[in-house]
């Protein structure tokens, strides 16, 4: 069983600060995916990371790939309350596109 | 364009009734994935399937069974419900195989056994 470990689980933070949630693994996979998970809805998708080594930035959001596929990092500039929410990330294996998701990081933005 | 729709989005079970939980999607996605969520758990996947009449296990199938009939249902059925089936439980749907490809989720079901 593939696993993915996430630190930290819980952040608490006040707006405007700076923050990095990682993800971690011991198995290679294919493609790193992060999703943000409000409140009684399902995950939706920030972003796919295919390349290792690869970084991609949306907005004030920068995701890494970790150079041997291993792991992944999410950094958060000037954190906003909007950011608030349950940040999962998602190794996919070649299979069927089968997920394999991580434990999960909740983030508290306070004004 | 609904996307992933999930019914019901409540339910509260007795120990040892069935139910189906129903997923449909309209965006013409060949794979379909089945994930239950417990506090603190992350995601876990129950059932997938590839296209219509194709299914395959996950890594926690016991007690559940789905069917393929068409690309766009893919219905979770719980036999005998157990406590250690209250979970979230979303459907998730991806347009193919290929790194690229993200999952649409619904907006899950809250199961209750007691």
């Known amino acids: 069983t593939q696993l993915l470990e996430q630190s930290p689980q819980f952040l608490s933070i006040q707006e405007g600060e700076n923050l990095t949630v990682y993800c971690n693994s011991s198995?290679?996979?294919?493609?790193l995916q992060w999703y943000r998970q409000e409140p009684g809805e399902g995950p939706v998708l920030l972003v796919t990371?295919?390349?290792?080594?690869e970084v991609k930035k949306l907005k004030r959001l920068t995701f890494q790939f970790g150079d041997a596929r291993k792991d992944s990092s999410l950094h958060i500039t000037a954190a906003q309350p909007g950011d608030t929410g349950l940040y999962l990330c998602a190794g996919a294996t070649g299979t069927a596109s089968k997920l394999t998701f991580g434990t999960g990081t909740r983030l508290q933005v306070t004004l | 364009n609904a996307g992933v729709t999930q019914t019901p989005k409540f339910r509260i079970l007795k120990i040892g009734q069935s139910m189906t939980l129903q997923c449909t999607q309209d965006?013409?996605?060949?794979?379909m994935y089945w994930y239950r969520q417990d506090p603190g758990m992350g995601l876990k996947l129950i059932y997938y399937s590839v296209g219509a009449g194709i299914t395959d296990k996950g890594e926690v199938p016991n007690g559940y069974n789905v069917s393929r009939s068409t690309t766009e249902d893919f219905p979770l059925r719980l036999e005998l419900a157990a406590p250690s089936q209250t979970s979230v439980y979303f459907c998730?749907?991806?347009?193919?195989?290929?790194?690229?490809?993200?999952?649409?989720f619904g907006s899950g079901t809250r199961l209750t056994v007691v």
């Open positions: 965006m013409n996605h060949n794979y």
């Open positions: 998730a749907s991806s347009r193919g195989q290929g790194a690229s490809y993200g999952y649409t």
């Open positions: 990371v295919v390349t290792g080594g």
């Open positions: 198995s290679v996979f294919s493609s």
